[in-house]
């Protein structure tokens, strides 16, 4: 066995014994530990374990054996079954492989450079079986998850660890009999408020998620009765360059309002499969920026395309406050919110408009008059529809609440 082996054979104790201690430090989970030393004695076993079998394996780059990979998945069954959180998962293999490569450092520098062969040996072996001992551990602890947790639970989970960009997420899909596809849309359905004593959207998440098929996790709003449903739905990749919401997305918005019940207001993103984190903010900022709709089957899924203005102007407090100004001027008059809202959504036809608002024709124009006298903005000017169109969107949105 060369010097750099027999250096890593030497050290191997001690370097289980600083991992061990970094996971107590670093990782709140693990301090369960002072009252549970049995648990600290098996962690130290594993440790030193795995770095003997690196030593006995890489000269020769040697795979990790069937029991090898068995036995790192039972670790991680063992950990899941322990009731250790995804995050504080993805933290301990954060900090093993960071110091089983200090390991290698330390290792090779108290050599002074000699022995590089064998540097190069370990390095080779460590990429592609680390990978292999990675997925091991990640499928023994979704291997728990999978018949502990309730079915929206993984669900919830596994919408988590897309957005987050976790790489467990694939395992969960495998385990739920779910397609991972290469693109998809981000959708964050705004709920502002609940009814009093409705605590659980788990019934509803649950019917969701099975007639439609793809991720979902509700956010709660801290300190309100409100909070955000949050969907992972598969699409087209020539879905990213068309300024509408995919089809699948209008339908499980407009099933998941209805069933709510209450007002509610959708944004869109959509992005490639490893993008979906950035995607996820821009689909919560349109949402906050989309008009509340009323709870219906026809409830629309707001794009980036349609509320470019508001998010624009979401960022300039003092184009805001204008705005808002404009808006109070709007009080006086007989539902003129409402109104402008119906014109703009119809194209300005105001045959289309007043039919969707049940009033005559000429009702629409009194009101429009109405308008320009408070605002001195003619509607179906320019200047209104950017003035005006913004001025709805901003006040239907809640944003001025």
Known sequence: MGSLFAELARQAA???????????????????????????????EYSVWLRRRTIELSPDNSELTDDDLGYIAAIGEVRADAGMSSESRQQVLHLHTTLMLRDIQEAAESLRGRRVEELMQVMTWFAPQGDRGIAAYRQGFVTVLHRRLPYVEQVALLARSLLSGDPMAADLAAALDLQLPEFCAVTVIRVPDRPPGDHDLNPEIETLVKAHRVPAVWYPQSGTRGGELIAVVPCAD???????APDAVEDLVGDFTEALGRPCAAGTATAPLDDLPAALERARRISRSAPLGKPSRRARPYTMADVFVELAVADVPFIDAWLHTVAQSLEPGPDLVST??????????????????????????????????????EPGSVHGIRTLSAVVSRRLSGAWA
């Not at 530990?33 to 098996?42: A, C, K, S, V, Y």
């Not at 020539?238 to 509408?244: G, W």
């Not at 194209?347 to 320009?372: C, E, F, I, K, Q």
């Open 14 to 44: 001690a370097n289980a014994r600083r991992e061990v201690e970094t996971y107590l430090r670093e990782i709140p989970e693990f301090r369960s530990w002072e009252i549970n030393p049995r648990t600290r004695i098996e962690t130290m």
């Open 340 to 377: 402008l809202d119906a014109y703009y959504r119809h194209d300005m036809n105001r045959g289309a408009a007043a039919a969707s608002l049940n009033v005559h024709p000429r009702t629409l124009d009194y009101r429009l008059r109405r308008v320009a006298e408070l605002t001195g903005i």
């Open 238 to 244: 020539e879905a990213i360059r068309l300024p509408t």
